[in-house]
């Protein structure tokens, strides 16, 4: 037997446009608006990266370590992965 989370009512405000596109969001995954909009949040508050996935980034930002791939040889490339 699950255990219920409290939860507490509130409101915001929000454009129409981006209301509009969480409604077309939460429909596409068959959630309600709500349990979309709570999981969007809860993603974007307990994201945080590893250290491992934090130096990556870092790496890609200092554009250090970058590879040139030449499309012609894409897919030889994705191979060697």
């Keep these: 037997m699950e255990a219920t989370i409290p939860r507490k009512q509130t409101a915001f405000r929000l ?3 981006l209301l509009r596109r ?4 939460a429909k596409k995954q068959n959630r309600s ?3 979309f909009v ?3 949040l809860m993603d974007a508050v307990y994201r945080n ?3 491992e996935t934090l130096a990556a980034m870092k790496e890609a930002r ?3 370590d970058l590879e040139t791939i030449n499309l012609e040889n ?3 490339f994705i191979d060697s992965l």
């Design 15 to 17: 454009s129409n446009e």
């Design 22 to 25: 969480l409604k077309v969001e």
């Design 33 to 35: 608006l709500n349990n």
């Design 38 to 40: 709570e999981s969007v």
């Design 49 to 51: 990266p590893n250290k």
């Design 62 to 64: 200092d554009n250090r």
């Design 74 to 76: 894409l897919e030889g």
